[in-house]
Each structure stands twice: as structure tokens, then as C-alpha cells.
């Protein structure tokens, strides 16, 4: 039995001779974990859909995108057995997203029993914040530690140019909500040149009134390009910039774990709750310093955001892999993971994948 992969066109497949290798065929005593170039996996981001109840144009094509087939996703125990595996081998923290993963029915239930997961320690979220209104309590609840939440914008007519059909009062009532129910809130914006830009310091004022981080996320291309804007590029520089005009210098923010995610933190010069994170994959590059994977909702795993390559988990689960057989084909991606992604600023370089499908 060879390991089933998803090639670059984004097809089924198997992986050349020279590359495949039975399940269990991984040296004894390596850590599965640590990629060839001395990077060790910490974090797992799990899709739980592929559907959306925004259609943001920056994310979802405007001929939209085919949804996999229900019966293709994960059921929620393969979903509990792969983050086990992921556990076991040592990963401790786990993100769940979409799509948009509370569309997903049941989704409070899952997060109760991923995080009765032995060895999770930390079970977060990304969502739209569309339902967060009535959902963050019930999600505390079952154990959720945290939530990013998207917000774009403030102009309410923008926000909903920018999701197609989301409503910005809804959002902020759901934000809101995670915050009155204790949960750890960071709010994600895509940052774009002529769009938003003018934003950059009210939304970071919109943050620090209400106590949470903001974190600003240049845009990637993904799509094969078709969504990706050069004129749009808004850099890290430039966001900071527009921070500092108005708030004053900015200094590294010291609360942050190193190992926590994509995002380098600032912070006003001796305010440090006025924090602010920028995932800078255009013009800051990080890849140096990637400790995550990722896994699509119907079980691709993705050792790096910016490659279409993946090792399918869903295949090895329905064949009767045991959890041998889910280990070896984790090393056996993260052994493959490339030294760091190929976007261009030109917009050149991008997978086929589409963010939606993903989860960022």
C-alpha cells in the first residue's frame, strides 16, 4: 500500500516511485513532526466545511467555487481520531475553521469532544462571526479557548460589498458576545490598497476599546492568481505606518508566544495591550519559521499553505489505515514540506486551491 496523495493539479493520486513508501516505513525514533529543514510542527488547523455563509471577494471566486461531496468530509470521529494521532505525536495546539465552521451542524458538539482530546490544550477558532451572537456561549462552554474573528471594515456598506451578504452590526454583536463569554478574541483584516486602507488605525481603535488584538493579513494569491490585485498590496510597512501616525511608535510586543502563529506582534510603545499582529506573507516573509499544517475538510493534509501537494488522511482512515498508518503518512507529508511558499508579488506563483476551502 502506497500513501494516497492529492497532486498538484489537485486530483487523486499516487506519488511518484521515488517518494512513496509503506505506511511504517519511517525511521525509528524520528520525530515526525520535524520537517528537513529543522522546523517542528506545534499547530494544526482543521477545516470542518468547505461551504460559507459569505462569499468575501477576496476569498471566493466570482464563478464560486464546487463544494466537495457531503460524504467526502471527515465524520466527526474521523475528525477526533486525526487530531488524536496529531496529539499524540505532540501538537497541543488545534484551530478549526472553514469555510465558515459553524455552519457546520453540530459544531458545538465537536469542539466539546475534540477537546476532551487527550493532549489538546488549546482549541481555537476562526470564524466570520456571523453566528457568534448566539453561539459563543454554548462554544465556551464546550471548551473553546479563543476566536479571530474577520472585520474588514466599519463602513457597513463596505462590509457588505466585501462578503457579498454579511451584515456588520451582526458581526460586531457576535464579537461582542465572544468577549462577554470569556473567550480569547483577536480580529483578523485583510488589508488592501484602495479599499481599506484608510481603516488601518480605526480598526485597531475599534480593537483596543473593547481589550482584544488586532491582526492585519496582506493579501495572498491564491486561486491560480484569479483574485490577487498587485495595485491592492497594502505592506506590513505601510500598516504600521498608518498605526504609528496615529497612536505613536511601535515596539515589538513582549506577550506573544513565538511559536503561536504566522503573526509578528506589535505593540504601542509602552502600551502593550495595544497590540496589534500583521501576517505579513507578501513582503515580510516568515516561512523560515513555519510550524503549522494544515488539513482540508474532507481530509487533505497540507503541510504548506502555498502548494497544492497533499497527503490524503481521508483515504488512508476509509481504507483501514490503523493509527501506524495515519502517523507515517503525517511524517511522510511533513517531510515534504517545501522551505517556504512561491507567491509573487505580481500575483504569480499561486496554487490552484482557493482560500474558502482552507480556512487561511
Excluded at 509503506?22 to 468547505?50: E, I, N, Q
Excluded at 461531496?69 to 465524520?75: F, G, Q, S
Excluded at 507578501?282 to 502548494?307: K, P, S, W, Y
Aim: aromatic fraction near 6%.
Amino acid at each position: 500500500m502506497t500513501l494516497p496523495v492529492v497532486t498538484d493539479a489537485g486530483d487523486p493520486g499516487v506519488a511518484p516511485a521515488s517518494t512513496t513508501r509503506p505506511p511504517g516505513d519511517y525511521a525509528a525514533g524520528a520525530d515526525p513532526l520535524l520537517d528537513r529543514f529543522a522546523r517542528r510542527v506545534r499547530y494544526l488547523r482543521v477545516s470542518v466545511t468547505d461551504r460559507c455563509n459569505y462569499a468575501c471577494s477576496y476569498c471566493v471566486p466570482e464563478d464560486g467555487v464546487a463544494h466537495r461531496p457531503r460524504a467526502d468530509l471527515l465524520t466527526f470521529e474521523e475528525l477526533e481520531r486525526v487530531v488524536g494521532v496529531f496529539a499524540g505525536l505532540g501538537v497541543r495546539r488545534v484551530r478549526l475553521t472553514g469555510g465558515e465552521p459553524t455552519v457546520r451542524h453540530g459544531f458545538v458538539d465537536l469542539v466539546a469532544r475534540l477537546r476532551r482530546v487527550p493532549g489538546v490544550d488549546e482549541l481555537v477558532m476562526t470564524s466570520n462571526g456571523h453566528r457568534l451572537a448566539e453561539l459563543a456561549a454554548p462554544l465556551a462552554a464546550a471548551g473553546l479557548a479563543g476566536v479571530n474573528v474577520s472585520l474588514d471594515t466599519l463602513d457597513p456598506a463596505r462590509f457588505t460589498a466585501l462578503t457579498t451578504r454579511g451584515e456588520l452590526a451582526r458581526v460586531v454583536a457576535g464579537i461582542d458576545a465572544a468577549i462577554a463569554a470569556g473567550l480569547e478574541v483577536k480580529l483578523n483584516a485583510v488589508a488592501l490598497a484602495g479599499v481599506n486602507d484608510g481603516e488601518v488605525a480605526d480598526l485597531a481603535a475599534f480593537a483596543w476599546a473593547r481589550g482584544v488584538t488586532i491582526r492585519f493579513i496582506e493579501h495572498m494569491p491564491l486561486s491560480s492568481g484569479a483574485l490577487f490585485e498587485p495595485a491592492r498590496e497594502l505592506s506590513a510597512a505601510a500598516i504600521r505606518a498608518a498605526v504609528s501616525a496615529r497612536f505613536g511608535a511601535l515596539e515589538p510586543s513582549p506577550r506573544r508566544r513565538a511559536d503561536a502563529g504566522p503573526a509578528r506582534y506589535w505593540c504601542v510603545a509602552g502600551r502593550p495591550e495595544h497590540e496589534l499582529g500583521i501576517i505579513s506573507a507578501m513582503t515580510e516573509h516568515f516561512c523560515d519559521a513555519c510550524n503549522r499544517v494544515r488539513i482540508t475538510a474532507d481530509g487533505q493534509l497540507h503541510a504548506c499553505l502555498g502548494h497544492d501537494d497533499a497527503v490524503s488522511l481521508r483515504d488512508v482512515l476509509r481504507a483501514g489505515g490503523d493509527d501506524d498508518a495515519l502517523r507515517a503518512a503525517i511524517a511522510w507529508s511533513i517531510e515534504g514540506k517545501r522551505a517556504g511558499h512561491e507567491f509573487q508579488r505580481t500575483g504569480a506563483g499561486a496554487p490552484t486551491k482557493h482560500m474558502i476551502a482552507m480556512g487561511g
